[in-house]
């Protein structure tokens, strides 16, 4: 049909009357003239919406003031919606009336109308109003009411995804490109449907489509209604899906973000595999193989890192989810890979490449020589004169602290390799202590060199008591600055964990320690990280893995 004003206003009147004369198809005599009538009807609506597709939607209702009343009534006509194309037809007609931006009271309340008469010719065996009066057409072809209104959704879903695809359906002709109100109007209808299974290739369509339009197209409840239903599992999308909703929609990336924080903070996880797995979940180490997706989700970690003051739940998050981006990076088709620099936009770049490098990539002999390289390109930054906010330093530590898995094997290597101590010592310093005002960082390193020492004296002692370590428990709590706190209880857990004489007393000095120092939720922390490493690396002796065992089994009993 030609794109002028050719639907006659004699053949609206005429279909209105007739709409209203069948009402609801109630009566046999209705029944027969709708049948009768239905093959010009869907030609009339093929018209409509060959022209409505051309039009704005405010121009159509103007033009053909009639048409509001006509689609509403034939909507609720189940011998219309339930006759060949005139269900999906009708419903490209009301996407075309839909405004996807209402300026007034009006056409807000149009809209409104308009999604629920789609919702209803999507998912009409919702509607118990209408239940009575299409049972007796639905008996008639044969089907209950549940088969029916299946293959009712199923079609649509089809000729809908076929139709966003750029393709033909089922001989209704449509050429060019789909409009942006009609796509916007599509994810609207979509939002009381969202976890019904059969929409799920209706989503991933929506949420793959651009359509070339310079800003977002679908409708923001719409992206935050199947974040949501994502998030909470009552819908399962294909990762590109997933990524693309992310990228088009910041705060539902946000929200997964936080969501993942926030279950993690708040249920008890006994190792880093029940860690891991929670993160993989989320699909967001997979997704920050895009540098926008990384570069936000980074933002988020730093926030809350400032906001909890850096709490062991958060921190083993983030240096987990690193950990498993870098697999995923790994892992992902070379084609399409960005450089690790992109993720990573440090102005020292070796330091990068070094703490990237995986340890069980390396043999175990050259991991302290690795350590002692970071250290000393560390220091060297850190001294630099140009690092002079707080910012500039904060951006360093962070860097270092997202690859944790060093920093512990940095205490771990202190007790159990022949090392010269200093360089690894100060890297835990910074780590613990990456302030230097009023020489923090140095009274720190002092400390902790001085219970070094006390426990190296201590190492290959087979048998210990309490009374041999008090010094050091001295030294724990009677500091009053907390980083030096921290790495001292770092550097005596591995003593327990790794010395001779340690297996001895570690559950009775860990439970000390824990109690007069409200550590519980630090050293499991370590603890669960070490048991994931050794699991990893499968090289310690059984004796060592019996004992965190033990030890995880308490603890998280009493966290």
């Not at 209402?102 to 999507?122: G, M, T």
């Not at 199923?154 to 789909?178: A, P």
């Not at 020589?369 to 560390?378: A, E, T």
Request: aromatic share 10%.
């Amino acid at each position: 049909m030609a794109q002028d004003t050719t639907v006659p206003k004699l053949n609206f009147e005429y279909w209105l009357n007739k709409a209203i004369e069948w009402g609801q198809a109630t009566t046999l005599e209705s029944q027969k003239d709708v049948c009768l009538h239905l093959p010009r009807l869907q030609e009339f609506l093929h018209q409509i919406y060959e022209t409505l597709k051309h039009m704005d939607s405010i121009v159509a209702i103007q033009q053909f003031p009639l048409i509001g009343q006509l689609l509403g009534r034939l909507c609720w006509n189940p011998f219309v919606i339930g006759y060949d194309e005139s269900q999906k037809t009708l419903m490209w007609c009301l996407c075309c009336l839909y405004s996807s931006e209402p300026q007034n009271p009006v056409e807000l309340k149009a809209n409104s109308w308009i999604r629920s008469l789609l919702c209803h010719l999507l998912s009409s065996s919702k509607w118990e109003s209408n239940e009575a009066e299409t049972s007796t057409f639905i008996s008639t072809l044969g089907y209950t009411s549940a088969d029916y209104y299946c293959h009712l959704v199923k079609n649509m879903v089809f000729s809908l995804v076929t139709e966003l695809r750029g393709n033909q359906f089922n001989g209704l002709n449509i050429q060019g490109r789909v409009s942006a109100s009609r796509v916007n109007a599509v994810s609207l209808f979509c939002l009381p449907l969202i976890t019904l299974p059969d929409l799920t290739p209706l989503l991933e369509t929506l949420l793959l489509y651009h359509g070339g339009a310079s800003k977002e197209i679908l409708s923001s409840e719409f992206l935050e209604a199947v974040n949501e239903a994502f998030l909470k599992k009552k819908i399962s999308l294909p990762e590109s899906a997933i990524f693309s909703l992310w990228l088009r929609h910041l705060p539902s990336l946000e929200k997964a973000t936080l969501y993942l924080l926030d279950q993690l903070v708040s249920i008890q996880l006994n190792s880093l595999e029940e860690v891991a797995c929670v993160i993989k979940d989320s699909l967001l180490p997979q997704a920050a193989s895009h540098p926008a997706i990384f570069r936000i989700v980074n933002e988020i970690f730093k926030n809350a890192l400032l906001e909890t003051d850096g709490t062991p739940e958060v921190m083993t998050t983030i240096q987990v989810f690193t950990q498993l981006f870098l697999q995923a990076h790994q892992n992902e088709n070379k084609q399409h890979k960005f450089p690790l620099k992109a993720y990573f936009p440090h102005r020292h770049q070796p330091l990068v490449t070094a703490l990237l490098r995986c340890p069980f990539e390396l043999p175990t002999t050259q991991w302290s020589q690795h350590l002692k390289h970071i250290s000393d390109m560390l220091k060297a930054l850190v001294e630099d004169t140009n690092i002079s906010s707080l910012a500039d330093l904060f951006e360093i530590w962070f860097l270092v602290a997202r690859f944790g898995e060093w920093l512990d094997i940095a205490a771990e290597q202190l007790l159990k390799a022949a090392v010269e101590p200093d360089a690894l010592l100060w890297l835990l310093a910074f780590y613990y202590c990456p302030q230097n005002e009023n020489q923090q960082r140095t009274q720190t390193m002092v400390e902790a060199q001085t219970v070094y020492n006390h426990l190296m004296m201590l190492f290959s002692c087979t048998v210990l008591s309490v009374k041999d370590l008090e010094a050091a428990v001295h030294s724990i709590t009677d500091i009053e600055q907390c980083c030096n706190q921290h790495l001292i209880t770092h550097l005596l857990t591995n003593f327990l964990l790794f010395s001779s004489g340690g297996h001895m007393i570690a559950q009775e000095f860990i439970y000390h320690i824990t109690e007069t120092t409200d550590t519980s939720k630090e050293v499991c922390s370590l603890l669960i990280r070490t048991a994931y490493r050794i699991n990893r690396n499968g090289e310690e002796n059984q004796r060592t893995v019996k004992l965190l065992n033990e030890l995880l089994q308490k603890l998280t009993l009493k966290v």
